[in-house]
């Protein structure tokens, strides 16, 4: 098999699909209007692109068109919210997360310390799951937000949000989801699960890079954090990439179309791979729950190899450590470490992130090499 290169880091990022491609390129072109320039035809065509995938994005988790705002991606929507939301609370400065949340949601976290807001980070267990005890006893009278991880980004564990979404609704506290990796991939009902605010991306859907977006409930009150034109209601001023928009619209579209038949497969190519391996390399272990996990995601330990070698003898599959926004600290990973992996342990792991174009003939490849390149380091 000639194997010029494998994308296996689907965690960091996706090929756009084809079919988004497809969608978008009118709107560099004959459709490049600014949608808020209504007076004409060009603004006009814009404005409906827009509308269609404010809609598209709505129906994949159950919300109603109206509460859709467009950002540059989650870190915008991430910041948006829990600073929205700070700005707005009068009486209340306890905020509540998860010791495992993105950097986006602690450096945040961070900033709103210095302003005298109080933060609590729940500890995992040894799965990369909370506990729902420790979450009830931390609430205060001051607490006005819980914000938690719905898919974590380097061990792929998925939370039990219903349950939370239930505690913060019983509470009256804000609840919001970074769902970057779970967007699309897993199903969302914001109604069912009682979530008020959920962050979400473009580009970890087979969608364009530079477009994401925030879910408010309609009921909830934000302060803007960009000043301008009043686009988005007021919420989000400037001008709209609308380009962007329409394929993260389309994008949301096809994941809802495939969502069940592309976990069904994705997970048939990770346990082939976990298995394929686990039986030829001693001493390989899955990192965090096996159960409540991404089906396409695998972050695999090896005992006695360090994790940047290995993928040093394998430059032809693009494969991770961790997190592409994580700052290299020489200390592994601290998504690895919360689940209690020690510095070593953490420095042996990998994050395998397959996805929609991920073949079975990889796969195959992806198995041997990872047998035949650790049986030789370990040697």
């Keep these: ?31 490049f209007g600014n949608p808020a320039s209504s007076s004409h035809r060009f603004g006009i065509e814009a404005s409906v692109g827009v509308d269609i995938a404010r809609k598209q994005i709505a129906e994949l988790i159950n919300s109603e068109d109206e509460e859709i705002f467009f950002t540059s991606g989650t870190t915008e929507s991430v910041n948006l919210t829990l600073k929205g939301l700070a700005e707005n609370s009068s009486t209340k400065n306890h905020l509540i997360a998860t010791n495992i949340e993105h950097s986006v949601v602690l450096k945040t976290l961070e900033y709103l310390e210095k302003l005298g807001f109080s933060v609590t980070l729940l500890k995992v267990d040894n799965k990369g799951l909370i506990n729902i005890e420790q979450l009830i006893n931390s609430i205060t009278e001051k607490t006005f937000l819980v914000s938690i991880v719905h898919a974590n980004n380097e061990i792929g564990v998925i939370q039990n949000i219903e349950s939370i979404g239930k505690i913060c609704n019983e509470k009256k506290i804000f609840f919001h989801l970074d769902a970057a990796q779970s967007f699309g991939k897993i199903p969302i009902d914001v109604k069912k699960m009682e979530i008020d605010f959920l962050s979400f991306s473009g580009h970890k859907i087979y969608g364009p890079k530079g477009i994401g977006g925030l879910y408010k409930r309609k009921e909830c009150n934000l302060s ?3 000043l301008g034109g009043g686009q988005e209601n007021g919420l989000r001023s400037g001008t709209l990439n609308v380009a962007g928009i329409v394929g993260m619209g389309e994008a949301a579209r096809i994941a809802k179309i495939k969502m069940e038949e592309e976990n069904f497969r994705l997970k048939n190519l990770a346990n082939k791979l976990l298995n394929g391996i686990s039986s030829k390399i001693e001493n390989v272990y899955l990192n965090g729950c096996k159960e409540n996990r991404l089906a396409n995601n695998l972050n695999l330990r090896f005992d006695g190899i360090v994790a940047d070698t290995l993928m040093m003898n394998m430059k032809e599959i693009a494969i991770s450590t961790g997190s592409a926004c994580s700052t290299l600290n020489g200390q592994g990973s601290r998504i690895l470490m919360a689940l209690g992996l020690t510095s070593e342990e953490a420095k042996s792991s990998i994050r395998i992130g397959l996805g929609r174009f991920t073949t079975e003939e990889e796969i195959n490849y992806v198995i041997e090499k990872l047998i035949n390149t650790v049986n030789k380091l370990r040697a």
Aim: glycine residues 0%.
């Design 1 to 31: 098999m000639m194997i010029k290169s494998i994308y296996l880091d689907n965690n960091s990022t996706t090929q756009i699909d084809p079919k988004v491609l497809e969608v978008m390129l009118p709107y560099f072109s004959e459709k």
């Design 224 to 226: 803007p954090q960009m």
